[in-house]
């Protein structure tokens, strides 16, 4: 398998700024209330692809990355603006055509040698580009095998997963020269409030203004901190997972079975005091519900460009999540999920937001404090394109999410294998000690990703 060791160099050896081919006329986006939920947050993601044949220089390479992109930014132009707040306070977009900085580098170790399932080790603070202008920052990677790694981060604020996956396989068509399948949709009065207001008074439990949370506690020395682990889950776990969680003739879903096991894995390692509450919460995509009803808004939420999301939680007692069986944890899992997947959910929630404005808001589980049981939230990445990021050279071997934000709040993503189909890859950001309670206890399970499993 090679070296797992994470003591290698990325050198950064080239910055640019590329910009859309064309100029076009400044103008301002409003964000959407939907989007005014997001902190300012930055999300990195990245492709690893082997050695190309035939060969093809890593020039070549970053030529065709260059282009297309500079293609790519004329539909997809808010990636090439800045945010900048507003008198109120409040982030908008300006669509200036700054561009997206373009970092080359070289890294001195082989992909097979590289440790995936440590990516804090390896792809933080060297493949993953640090975005310190503008909404998209980029960077591709020679490696010493003559393979690359296409790795972005850009600012959660103006995108959710959802828009820039659409963003990704447009970027890699065109470096193809094929038909682009999906242009975004920047109508933000899909997303406007309703006059007058109406909500459900649950979603005060479920949001919260920032403004009104307490101070946060200084803990100049955690007893435990949040670490990235990849691992990778066979279709055969999964199906016994769903089995394990299903009962009385209902079924539930991969997803719900898989967050049900993890959350009473998770209980498990914060048992110390069984009377503290554990959250758990799932992100629900709403373009799909606030469609429905009407085709023309359906096809235009299917390409809108923004987020589109909600995190509805869960919260149960540690002594509750170990002693109660997966399927009614499942249970669980599925009632603090099902009035979220809703179209009024959604409306409801874009005017909760409009009536708080122009104090910010976030979402309850990610408020955890150190004196709180666990609390993670799970997002399912099922629709990353790996099977579609084919810029010339090939698919990636290999490519995931990479989102080592701050707090003590988990993040788990469960992605698409490249290699088995039903299989998933799993990223994990999680307190150390659940992570390691994981691997004890659940190994059979959660395996370690390997250059073996990737064929590398």
Not at 101 to 111: N, Q, R, S, T, V
Not at 170 to 190: D, G, Y
Not at 240 to 254: C, D, P
Not at 421 to 444: F, P, T
């Amino acid at each position: 398998m090679g070296s797992v060791k994470g003591d290698f160099m990325a050198t950064v050896s080239k910055k640019e700024v590329v910009a859309a081919v064309m100029p076009f006329q400044e103008h301002w986006l409003p964000l959407t209330n939907l989007d005014l939920l997001l902190p300012p947050l930055d999300v990195g993601l990245f492709f690893c692809y082997k050695k190309p044949n035939p060969s093809m220089s890593f020039g070549s390479m970053v030529s065709v990355l260059k282009k297309a992109l500079a293609q790519a930014l004329l539909s997809y132009y808010a990636f090439a603006g800045e945010v900048v707040l507003n008198a109120l306070g409040e982030p908008e977009l300006l669509c200036n055509n700054r561009g997206v900085d373009f970092f080359g580098a070289y890294a001195d170790i082989e992909l097979q040698s590289l440790n995936l399932y440590n990516p804090d080790e390896t792809i933080e603070g060297k493949f993953v580009p640090k975005k310190k202008h503008g909404v998209l920052s980029v960077q591709a990677t020679e490696l010493k095998c003559g393979g690359i790694v296409v790795a972005c981060a850009f600012d959660h604020r103006v995108a959710d997963a959802y828009s820039t996956n659409m963003f990704l396989v447009s970027w890699a068509e065109i470096a193809q020269s094929k038909p682009v399948t999906m242009a975004p949709s920047f109508r933000r009065s899909l997303l406007n409030p309703r006059r007058p207001w109406r909500f459900d008074p649950s979603l005060d439990d479920m949001y919260v203004s920032i403004p009104s949370l307490p101070p946060p506690e200084e803990n100049p020395e955690p007893t435990d901190h949040l670490i990235s682990r990849i691992y990778y889950v066979t279709a055969d776990q999964l199906n016994e997972l769903q089995s394990l969680a299903s009962s009385s003739g209902v079924k539930r879903t991969k997803l719900e079975s898989f967050s049900a096991f993890l959350w009473k894995m998770v209980a498990t390692y914060g048992g110390k005091d069984r009377d503290q509450a554990s959250k758990m919460g799932i992100v629900v995509d709403g373009r799909s519900r606030l469609g429905e009803g009407d085709q023309d808004k359906a096809n235009l939420m299917g390409s809108h460009f923004g987020n589109v999301l909600s995190i509805p939680y869960g919260s149960q007692t540690v002594g509750e999540l170990v002693e109660k069986p997966l399927c009614l944890v499942a249970e669980q899992v599925h009632d603090f999920l099902k009035p979220a997947t809703t179209k009024e959910h959604f409306l409801g929630l874009i005017d909760w937001v409009e009536a708080h404005r122009p104090e910010p808001a976030m979402t309850r589980v990610y408020c955890a404090g150190k004196d709180d049981g666990p609390a993670l939230v799970v997002s399912s990445g099922q629709r990353f394109p790996v099977s579609k990021m084919d810029f010339g050279w090939g698919l990636p071997a290999f490519g995931s999410y990479h989102f080592p934000w701050g707090g003590l709040c988990g993040y788990v993503m469960p992605l698409p294998s490249p290699v088995s189909d039903g299989d998933w890859v799993v990223y994990m950001l999680l307190l150390k000690g659940h992570l390691e309670l994981i691997e004890k206890e659940a190994a059979n399970v959660f395996r370690p990703l390997t250059a073996d499993y990737l064929h590398l």
